[in-house]
């Protein structure tokens, strides 16, 4: 089956750097992967999306890039700001319903 | 603001209770999922469902229940809780396919401890 894991627990950034945030799966068969954003006391939000067919998404603020060579997938946010502070999960799937991985709290240090 | 409502927001309980979570959604989405959370953060889908009297067991193996009546309805049951039931569980739903490119919309979470 599909499992997918963070480098990471825990990031610390200053505020105003740049946020990269890693994740590997290793299903090749996967062909979805989003990323979410879950703060204190709430439930997961949807940040980006990016199909197997793309290497590179970029939305408000925040950059997918999946390499899936070697099946590796990160979230870079550019000028992190204290609002940013959360816990961050990627996910992934194929022919099955999202699987997540263990997220990464994102500290910013204003 | 997600449209997907889960009640109770926190609750405390004895072993031996049975206890309800309720999940609603008003978006019509057809398909509904239950996530656990455990204190790492990790998500473990235990429940989903295709529709209505469409129930499905998750990758997690968990001794809960669910039902699909409606379609803006999904509750999750215990029948008899115990602290191993300790946790966070968090409902989803979604329009899109079961599998495949899809955003789901989560609710706030139930978080559920049993002393």
């Known amino acids: 089956g599909e499992s997918v894991g963070l480098h990471l627990p825990t990031l610390s950034v200053q505020e105003g750097d740049n946020s990269i945030i890693n994740c590997a799966y290793s299903?090749?068969?996967?062909?979805?992967f989003i990323w979410y954003k879950q703060e204190s006391g709430k439930g997961p939000q949807f940040i980006i999306d990016?199909?197997?067919?793309?290497d590179k998404r970029q939305g408000q603020r925040v950059t997918v890039l999946l390499n899936k060579t070697v099946k590796h997938l990160s979230l870079q946010i550019a000028a992190t700001q204290p609002g940013d502070s959360a816990v961050y999960f990627c996910?992934?799937?194929?022919?099955?319903?999202?699987?997540f991985g263990k997220g990464t709290r994102l500290s910013v240090i204003a | 603001e997600a449209d997907i409502y889960q009640t109770p927001r926190y609750l405390v309980i004895g072993t031996g209770k049975k206890i309800t979570l309720e999940c609603s959604q008003t978006?019509?989405?057809?398909?509904m999922y239950w996530y656990q959370q455990d204190p790492g953060m990790e998500l473990h889908l235990i429940h989903y469902?295709?529709?209505?009297?469409?129930?499905e067991k998750g990758d997690l193996s968990s001794e809960s229940t669910v039902s699909r009546i409606r379609t803006e309805h999904f509750p999750l049951t215990l029948e008899s809780a115990r602290p191993s039931h300790t946790s966070q569980y968090l409902c989803?739903?979604?329009?899109?396919?079961?599998?495949?490119?899809?955003?789901?919309?989560f609710g706030a979470g139930s978080r559920l401890t049993v002393l």
């Open positions: 996910a992934a799937s194929g022919n099955t319903p999202l699987v």
């Open positions: 299903n090749s068969a996967s062909d979805y």
């Open positions: 990016i199909r197997s067919n793309m």
């Open positions: 978006m019509g989405h057809d398909k």
């Open positions: 989803a739903s979604t329009s899109g396919p079961l599998s495949g490119a899809n955003v789901l919309t």
């Open positions: 469902s295709y529709g209505v009297n469409s129930t």
